[in-house]
């Protein structure tokens, strides 16, 4: 499937900032035989004093900008073309959990995709004897790694309620998880620390979803949102799952990845410092457009 992608990302100052400095992770991710970025732009203005293109530990596509000059609105504008390929059903071929854990014992590597990074607490997912115990609850005898992942994720899906405005980005996944409410960002962090707490491997991946208009609607421009999910390392045979626990399902060619991380910490897509004084305003506006197939 291939899509156009259109994101902007709008700031207004009360007064003018100076001194900003910024991280953006906005740029689709490239992931060999599941997502190709045929070509994309990252324009900002006004034109940053500085601007430097890189690649951060876990391979997001990462922009570090700063203003020596005072700024009194920021517009970050993102164009891509992505063709993201649908993958095959494949057999269940995941461990136990005691397999799983010996299968982890067994591998030394320490690269960016190596589950050891995604074992334990980060920076923005605490293990919660309360979140590990609810996971434990959702585990029956002789199921496989990726049959708990699923049943995590349907779990969290039945038990919580998708609810704007109920959280926000800071809220730690405790008291989403204790509230059983929150957005995405929350389902994710909980099932991670699910996840995390009974052995699984689990991080954060953020992105985009195609949305789909009830039948005889027509498509609102500007309507998509930037999403998130999670990824569990279901053994060497599996490797790493994805799974949306806000829509209870595993992840296929409607979800495109612009960054993987341990949680929202190591993905979000605006971070910085600024001097200023007042509040400020901002504004997101996303198109997922899929193209029709040539």
């Known amino acids: 499937m291939h899509y156009d992608l259109r994101l902007e990302i709008s700031y207004r100052y009360d007064s003018p900032a ?67 390929m649908a993958l095959a059903p494949s057999l269940d071929l995941s461990p136990d959990l005691d397999r799983l854990a010996r299968d982890l014992a067994a591998i030394d590597a320490l690269g960016p995709d190596a589950p050891h990074h995604f074992r334990a607490a980060s920076p923005r997912v605490a293990l919660s004897p309360k979140m590990t115990a609810y996971a434990r609850d959702q585990l029956a005898p002789g199921m496989t790694t990726l049959q708990i992942v699923t049943r995590i994720g349907r779990a969290l899906h039945r038990d919580m309620r998708f609810e704007a405005g109920a959280t926000d980005v800071h809220t730690p996944p405790l008291s989403a998880f204790t509230a059983r409410r929150g957005v995405c960002q929350d389902f994710s962090h909980i099932m991670i620390a699910c996840l995390r707490g009974v052995g699984i491997p689990a991080g954060y991946v953020s992105g985009f979803l195609r949305t789909i208009p009830p039948e005889g609607q027509p498509r609102l421009e500007g309507a998509d949102a930037m999403h998130a999910w999670v990824r569990a390392w279901c053994g060497p045979d599996n490797g790493w799952v994805q799974y949306d626990p806000t829509n209870d399902l595993l992840v296929g060619a409607d979800h495109i990845v612009t960054a993987l991380g341990r949680d929202y910490a190591d993905v979000a897509p605006v971070r910085g410092v600024l001097r200023t004084s007042g509040g400020q305003d901002s504004g997101q506006k996303v198109d997922v457009l899929p193209l029709p197939a040539s």
């Open 18 to 84: 100076s001194n900003g400095r910024h991280l953006l992770r906005l740029m689709p991710l490239a992931l060999p035989g599941e997502q190709t970025v045929l070509h994309g732009a990252l324009d900002i203005s006004p034109r940053p004093d500085e601007r430097h293109d890189r690649r951060d530990f876990f391979g997001n596509a990462t922009t570090e900008i700063a203003f020596r000059q005072p700024v009194e609105d920021l517009v970050l504008s993102l164009s891509a073309r992505v063709r993201r």
